[in-house]
């Protein structure tokens, strides 16, 4: 990395004729990005995590819908072409409801023209990094109120939920670096983030760039950690919120979340208002995202489990409302456990 900090990346960058994303699955190894000017480009790094998180998918998604004006316009598409074309983008990961929503709220300017989809999605990213530094505020606030410490906090987090995850700054991690910057933060235990890694590939790198004392975990070292009084509350980020507050998240969040029940300590949901999804009643009604059992079976591209072995790899899982002590939006905090539901408050 040059002289920006990780907190200043911005993950999915417009150039002018297409999309620069930085590929999240080479780091840390290398910070390469790759240039995107097609739609099946698009949905391919989508598909493969180059680009992920919640709001990063939602960017990528918005400046999707100026690919396929581009590509249409190149190709001589017909309007029935370019909304299959922006369709494909809004279905290409099921579970984080950002990407259909930021897809959903530029696409009608495709009738506008370029410069009208630009516009659009430049309010998406803009929106996203304000909300962060809004989110990063209030969650430190309320949990500083909350466990009122006389001495600075360990957190735990898992998955990814930093400035590569987002349009910058981050949710979780956003108020993490928010505790940070007020040199609250003693030390956060990364979970590592099984299958692919986002906690010790890119939370850890992102913690390390910017000085913040950390240590990464396997996941299975969560609950224990927990319980032994190592932590003084876990942050994760969301993505999709019910209405009751269900909250889908990576694979390992609802271990982490019943271990901080049964320990007493502060289960914390970052996320933006396009995170919440009011029409989805409850958690069971969220499609979770299945992905390649290679994933599972192999390590590092070697498989390692029995050739015999089938693989079962859901991407996500939902933690139930009543185990959310704190939904941190851009709005302010939801106490969900105590029954402020995003139903009820973010209509
Ligand atoms: O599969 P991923 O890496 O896209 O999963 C990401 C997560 O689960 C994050 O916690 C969530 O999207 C919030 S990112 C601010």
Same mark, same amino acid.
């Given at each position: 990395? !040059?002289?920006? !900090? &990780?907190q ?6 417009w150039?002018?004729?297409?999309? &620069?994303? #930085? ?11 790759i240039?995107?000017?097609e739609?099946?480009?698009?949905v391919d $790094?989508i598909?493969? =995590? ?7 998918i939602?960017a990528?998604g918005? /400046?999707?819908v +100026?690919?396929a004006?581009l590509q ?11 909304l299959?074309? #922006? +369709?494909? #983008?809004?279905?290409?990961?099921p579970?984080?409801?950002?990407? +259909?929503v930021? %897809?959903d ?11 009208a989809?630009l516009?659009?999605a430049d309010?998406?990213v ?7 530094? @809004?989110m990063?505020a /209030? *969650?430190?606030?309320?949990?500083l109120?909350?466990t ?5 906090l360990r957190i735990?987090?898992h ?9 910058g700054?981050?949710?979780a991690?956003?108020?993490i670096?928010? =505790?940070? &910057?007020?040199?609250? %933060?003693?030390l956060v235990?990364?979970d590592?983030t099984r299958p =692919?890694?986002?906690g010790?590939r890119l939370?850890a790198?992102?913690l390390?760039?910017?000085g913040?004392p950390?240590?990464v975990?396997?996941?299975g $070292?969560?609950?224990?950690t ?6 003084d509350?876990?942050?994760? *980020? ?6 009751n ?5 990576k ?11 049964h320990a007493g300590?502060p289960?914390? %949901?970052?996320?933006p208002?396009?995170?919440v999804? =009011? +029409?989805?009643?409850?958690?069971d009604? #969220? ?6 059992e ?6 590092s591209?070697v498989?390692t489990?029995p050739? *015999?072995?089938?693989?079962h ?6 933690t139930? *409302? !009543?185990?959310v002590?704190a939904?941190?939006?851009e709005r302010?905090?939801l106490?969900v &456990? ?5 139903? @009820?408050?973010l209509?």
């Open positions: 990395m !040059t002289d920006e !900090t &990780s200043d990346l911005r993950a999915v960058e150039t002018g004729d297409g999309l &620069s994303l #930085i590929d999240q699955t080479a780091l840390p190894a290398r910070l390469d990005r240039a995107v000017r739609v099946d480009q698009l $790094a598909v493969r =995590l180059v680009v992920r998180g919640a709001p990063a939602g990528a918005a /400046y999707g +100026a690919i004006l249409g316009e190149r190709e001589g598409w017909t309007r029935d072409q370019l299959a074309a #922006i +369709a494909r #983008i809004r279905e290409a990961r579970t984080a409801v950002n990407l +259909a930021c %897809v709220r530029v696409a009608p300017f495709a009738g506008q023209g370029l410069a989809v516009a659009e309010a998406v803009r929106e996203d990094l304000k909300a962060n530094h @809004d990063g /209030y *969650g430190a606030d309320w949990l109120k909350r009122a410490p006389d001495r600075p735990l987090t998955c990814n939920t930093g400035a590569l995850a987002t349009a700054w981050g949710t991690l956003g108020v670096r928010e =505790l940070h &910057s007020r040199g609250l %933060v003693e235990h990364a590592e =692919l890694l986002q010790s939370t790198w992102e390390d760039h910017d913040i950390h240590v975990q396997a996941d $070292a969560a609950a224990g927990i319980l032994r009084g190592e932590i509350a876990a942050i994760v *980020g969301a993505d999709r919120i019910a209405a507050g269900d909250t889908a998240n694979v390992g969040t609802v271990g982490v979340a019943l271990a901080c029940a300590i289960f914390i %949901v970052a996320a208002t396009t995170t999804d =009011l +029409a989805t009643a409850t958690g009604a #969220i499609h979770i995202e299945m992905r390649d290679a994933e599972i079976l192999n390590w591209g498989r489990a050739a *015999g072995s089938r693989g790899n859901p991407a996500f899982d939902v139930p *409302g !009543t185990l002590t939904l941190v939006t302010g905090v106490e &456990s105590a029954g402020e539901l995003p139903g @009820d408050r209509r």
